[in-house]
């Protein structure tokens, strides 16, 4: 069944009136709070969420922000900076004040149909935001966006007709979710198997500094072999942090690596999460090093199996300790090659790192474990949305 038949069953006959988001909506605006008060508003348990744009939010006392600024209903969030993309949020919050969100006063308009409908077509305002040179858009952009509304001369039938569409999306949104905070669960149990692993009190082994049992080499810049269709995998923070998901790649291989070399990243922003992530790399003639990353090879596998060097080296405590929170970090040759290692049997070592590995592929693989349960279900979602929201003639009106 294709998008259009879907719909017109779904629909019956009914027209569907397009009107701008602006006059669907209301449009309400933030509050006058900065980056360096929302850092000390911040407490722990407290009921007001306010959201900066991106990533950034902070949770803040009710008398902390003006009654007038406070956002009571279930909203709509436009993130108009940076990364653009909407969200949704049922419960009080505030937003800065270059931030906008929308909410509905009309009993006839379910909130979430339209959210959902601005996810279908966040790429649009993306593109948008893309011409400025600090990716932005304007309230005007979404103002005038054209919203479908189904049935409009029959608001009883047009609210169930968008109630059951979200009923359909929410049911995949909800499986997401809840896939996600199981992830997050497992994520939190692999760190502490992961500790109690590999923890070692002095008097129980042996241990050696990583100058003493591996060599160390610094990569090199790749800026100006950078090819769409390389040959090599050019192994830098992002594809480590991504854990291989975000690549470029190279038709040199400018700093050649082997398989069982371990890679690690030297360099991030203050507080960051990829300094000192590790990869191993699984294949000859695959990979070329970039700068910033140390490439880390094991002088005697009878001593120091890769697999465990690379569990143990991974956001090593060692070496996140050279983060004072401030400054960009960037990890020094000397840094990385005093850090001390625990040298326990090649039998001791393959249980660890077999365990390890079990966990890792459940929490991080894309290929199997939640990760891809993860990503399969989004594609579903986004297969019925594009199935129940792709209206006709809706590019026409839209960009025509």
């Known amino acids: 069944m294709n998008n259009l038949n879907y719909l017109e069953k779904l629909l019956d006959g009914a027209e569907v009136e397009w009107k701008p988001l602006g006059k669907t909506l209301f449009r309400t605006k933030g509050t006058l709070i900065t980056a360096g008060q929302m850092k000390q508003l911040h407490k722990d348990g407290a009921p007001l969420k306010i959201f900066a744009g991106g990533k950034t939010i902070a949770y803040v006392n009710f008398e902390d922000i003006p009654a007038k600024d406070i956002n009571r209903k279930p909203s709509i969030i436009v993130k108009s900076r940076g990364v653009i993309e909407f969200e949704y949020y049922d419960k009080p919050f505030s937003h800065k004040n270059e931030m906008w969100s929308y909410h509905s006063q009309n009993e006839a308009i379910n909130i979430k149909y339209i959210y959902h409908f601005l996810k279908l077509n966040e790429p649009y305002f993306q593109g948008l935001g893309s011409r400025m040179q600090m990716p932005q858009i304007a309230t005007p952009d979404t103002d005038t966006f054209l919203i479908p509304i189904p049935c409009p001369n ?16 929410d049911a995949f949104t909800q499986l997401t979710a809840e896939l996600t905070a199981e992830l997050t669960a497992r994520k939190k149990q692999y760190d502490y198997y992961r500790n109690q692993l590999l923890t070692f009190k002095d008097g129980d082994v042996e241990w050696k500094t990583l100058g003493e049992v591996t060599n160390f080499t610094n990569g090199k810049g790749h800026e100006k072999d950078i090819s769409e269709d390389g040959q090599y995998i050019v192994v830098n923070s992002k594809f480590i942090s991504t854990n291989g998901q975000i690549a470029k790649f190279s038709d040199e291989q400018i700093c050649p690596l082997h398989k069982d070399d371990i890679l690690l990243v030297m360099s991030d922003l203050p507080n960051g999460k ?7 790399v699984d294949a000859d003639n695959k990979y070329t090093l970039n700068q910033r990353i140390g490439g880390i090879s094991v002088k005697n596998k009878d001593e120091i199996l890769p697999k465990f060097l690379h569990y143990y080296l991974n956001r090593s405590p060692q070496l996140i300790k050279h983060d004072n929170g401030v400054d960009q970090t960037n990890l020094r040759k000397d840094q990385i090659l005093e850090v001390k290692i625990p040298v326990l049997s090649i039998t001791k070592q393959k249980y660890i790192a077999a365990i390890l590995d079990k966990f890792d592929a459940l929490t991080n693989s894309i290929t199997e474990g939640l990760p891809r349960e993860i990503e399969l279900r989004q594609k579903q979602y986004e297969y019925y949305r594009d199935l129940l929201l792709s209206f006709p003639k809706a590019a026409e009106k839209q960009y025509g």
């Open 274 to 280: 990829a300094l000192s992530k590790t990869f191993i």
């Open 154 to 169: 029959n608001p009883k039938k047009s609210l169930a007709i968008q109630s059951e569409i979200v009923q359909i999306l």
